[in-house]
């Protein structure tokens, strides 16, 4: 079974500081993915990964950088975090174009709370 | 641009009634992927079934049942003699199938199965 998993559960970082959110997959997928959750928005892409130091944005990047130096981890950063990032976060990753099964597995999430 | 609507906020049902929920999408793409995932109360999306826009069988898997009309750009998803465990947010999606295939999800359906 594919795992994707997530540094924390539950986060509560104050107005400025720089917040790093992990996520460790374990299945050798090639593509990475951050997501933010919000009630009545669905989840809107926020990064993606295609390899190694390699990244796209998303729809809503502002305010956020990734970093991928290794396959298996996709890390989301939030330079000087601010109360409109309060959210949740939602890690994901699959397999290349081509594969059979290309369909995205979810980590547990992180809610970010900035006060 | 992709889009993804998903009308009803919030379901609620009694148990053993069966349940309908709606997916509209809009996408310029000839070839794309559809998708449901579950969102139970724990947070972490479980994927339920991918279809291929080339596909357009009916599915069913269990109390689940999809009814894919490319002619109506809707990929409705019906559970059969609803459970309280059915009780989740469903969230319908759309990839393109090219590039790196990132999700454009609806807002997603809230369903409460009271017992």
Known sequence: DVKVTQSSRYLVKRTGEKVFLECVQDMDHENMFWYRQDPGLGLRLIYFSYDVKMKEKGDIPEGYSVSREKKERFSLILESASTNQTSMYLCASSPPVGRLRSEQYFGPGTRLTVT | AQKVTQAQTEISVVEKEDVTLDCVYE????????????????????????????????????????????????????????????????????SRDTGRRALTFGSGTRLQVQP
């Open chain 2, 27 to 94: 996408t310029r793409d000839t070839t794309y992927y559809l998708f449901w995932y579950k969102q139970p109360p724990s947070g972490e999306l479980v994927f339920l079934i991918r279809r291929n826009s080339f596909d357009e069988q009916n599915e069913i898997s269990g109390r689940y049942s999809w009814n894919f009309q490319k002619s109506t750009s809707s990929f409705n998803f019906t559970i059969t003699a609803s459970q309280v465990v059915d009780s989740a947010v469903y969230f319908c999606a759309l």
